[in-house]
């Protein structure tokens, strides 16, 4: 069992940004993959970006150049910098973790809301 716990989230004008953390508890092993995801009203839960334990990243291409995901392997904890945010990226956000070596290792964070408006 894994835990997620997040925070960041907020309301934030246009061209603003935001921090996001998700540290991970319980039981975890070395190799694994952390991300974030997003949904907005209506639509499908769709990849923001990803990190796996030897360091590389996937980004949605809607955030490429604005957001960076990172990761802290001590603390079990990834980030998620949101720069030069837009309405567009309003969602619920949730953490992701997934180890590959586990059956049924996927696990989400309850969800963190982020509003971009003006």
């Known amino acids: 069992q894994v835990q997620l716990v997040e925070s960041g989230g907020g309301l934030v004008q246009p061209g603003g940004s935001l921090r996001l953390s998700c540290a991970a508890s319980?039981?975890?092993?070395?190799?694994?993959?952390m991300g974030w995801y997003r949904q907005a009203p209506g639509k499908q839960r769709a990849l923001v970006a990803a990190?796996?334990?030897?360091?590389?990243?996937d980004y949605a291409d809607s955030v490429k150049g604005r957001f960076t995901i990172s990761r802290d392997n001590a603390k079990n904890t990834v980030y998620l910098q949101m720069n030069s945010l837009k309405p567009e990226d309003t969602a619920v956000y949730y953490c992701?973790?997934?180890?590959?070596?586990?059956?049924?290792?996927?696990?989400w964070g309850q969800g963190t809301q982020v509003t971009v408006s003006s």
């Open positions: 990190i796996n334990s030897g360091g590389s990243t």
């Open positions: 319980g039981s975890i092993f070395s190799i694994y993959v």
């Open positions: 992701h973790f997934f180890d590959p070596l586990r059956v049924g290792g996927t696990y």
